[in-house]
């Protein structure tokens, strides 16, 4: 008998069915928020000896009829370097399923329910660069895509936020 084996690993195909799930706009900006909860807890300590023991965790969510868009911003500790490529794949689990992110998806499902089309943001505490990648949906399919490039810039360690739009 002859053992071989089978890639069942979800491929970018996965995120063009995210924008049919039955989500309730209230539920898909819930998973930003809870992502951007789970980073506050998991940095909890390191937060507030860089700010104080007053330091609150604040998720802003603009909402611009005119322009079609929303923004989602957190001063959580960001998405870290080596977290990051896993934070845009698909269906990837996190390392530590303790907190609110479980499954890997939710991020990804709300963007890509919301709109085909979706900017990040993102500098980690500690982290001397803020990191941004574009989804842009329509050349991912088109494409057959399965790396984005993203840029960096340097920025001030001390700065920590993920931003959304």
Not at 64 to 83: L, S, W
Not at 113 to 130: H, N, R
Not at 133 to 161: G, R, S, W
Request: proline share 2%; glycine share 4%; hydrophobic share 40%.
């Amino acid at each position: 008998m002859n053992k071989n084996k089978v890639n069942i690993r979800p491929n970018v195909s996965i995120l063009s069915v995210l924008k049919f799930l039955e989500y309730e706009t209230w539920y898909a900006l819930a998973e930003f928020v809870d992502n951007a909860i789970d980073s506050y807890n998991k940095n909890i300590e390191k937060l507030k000896q860089l700010h104080g023991q007053d330091f609150k965790l604040e998720v802003k969510i603009e909402i611009n009829d005119e322009e079609n868009t929303i923004t989602i911003r957190d001063n959580a500790a960001g998405i870290e370097e080596e977290n990051y490529a896993r934070a845009f794949r698909a269906a990837e689990i996190p390392n530590d399923t303790s907190g609110l992110s479980e499954f890997g998806m939710g991020m990804k499902s709300a963007a890509c329910w919301f709109s085909d089309l979706w900017i990040v943001k993102t500098t980690a505490l500690g982290e001397p660069f803020e990191k941004t990648v574009k989804f842009d949906m329509a050349e991912i399919f088109e494409d057959k895509l399965e790396e984005l490039e993203y840029t960096t810039k340097p920025i001030d360690e001390n700065q920590h936020y993920t931003v959304l739009n």
